[in-house]
DNA sequence: GCCCAGGTGGGTA
DNA sequence: TACCCACATGGG
């Protein structure tokens, strides 16, 4: 199977990942909303910020003033939509599961994926994210280094989100760990060896053997 | 100064 | 369906 060949090679290459950086399950909400369209390392001056006032947590999000939720949570930019986008989703907790995430997720995970979906600013990349690492359920992520992956290799170039996320969980067992790991392997690759705009690096572990990923090519 | 970064939602044709 | 745009900060 082609992708789970990709996924030994990136495995082999770069070992276990322990993905998602993030200590709780709400922090991993928190930093999946952050993270839209935005670089990592400021969504962690945000989220450092979230902790070291004390307000890391739903119960404290949901009764924190935007204004001082706009401004701890400045670093990641976008930060009146994302304020927004956070008190509306603690809102929804608190007015629904009495703010505990643990009573959300135990919901079977077609149901839950389409209440995320259902919340404002929660997109499939963000629903499938909150999903995997913060619920645990295998939900397969895609995002833009998953999609300029597949576009290096020649493959999937016009793939829908949902058609993609559909291809990776027929053809892979169907496991919480492994959607993790290679999710996180994706990522783990895409900072070193598929930056935008520019060609797939000579020294990609993918490419060795095969010049140009042909054989990782899904059937 | 420029492009980029682990998207989403609203608008238009 | 398929584009276009706003949203905003910080690094290279």
């Known amino acids: 199977m082609p992708l789970q060949r990709l996924y030994n090679r990136l495995f082999a290459h770069y070992g276990p990942q322990h993905w998602w950086p993030a200590d709780t399950p709400f922090e991993v909400v928190v930093g999946a909303i952050l993270t839209q369209n935005t670089n990592w390392l400021n969504v962690e001056r945000a989220i450092a910020n979230l902790r070291t006032a004390d307000v890391l947590d739903s119960a404290a999000i949901h009764r924190l003033p935007t204004a001082e939720l706009e401004a701890l949570i400045r670093p990641s930019g976008f930060f009146r939509q994302k304020a927004d986008r956070l008190q509306q989703f ?52 895609i995002d833009a280094y ?52 520019r060609p797939l690096c000579r020294a990609c572990p993918l490419l060795d053997g095969c010049p140009f990923g042909q054989d990782l090519i899904p059937g």
């Open 146 to 197: 998953t999609h300029r992956l597949l576009d290096r290799l020649g493959l999937a170039q016009k793939a829908s989100y949902d058609s993609l996320r559909i291809n990776f969980m027929q053809h892979l067992p169907d496991s919480t760990e492994l959607y993790k790991e290679f999710h996180a392997l994706i990522v783990h690759h895409a900072k070193e060896h598929c930056r935008k705009r």
């Open 90 to 141: 603690t809102c929804f907790l608190h007015n629904n599961f009495r703010g505990d995430l643990q009573q959300l997720f135990a919901l079977p995970l077609p149901e839950l994926r389409l209440l995320l979906l259902a919340q404002n600013g929660i997109g499939p990349e963000t629903a499938d994210s909150i999903l995997l690492y913060a619920a645990g359920k295998p939900s397969f992520v």
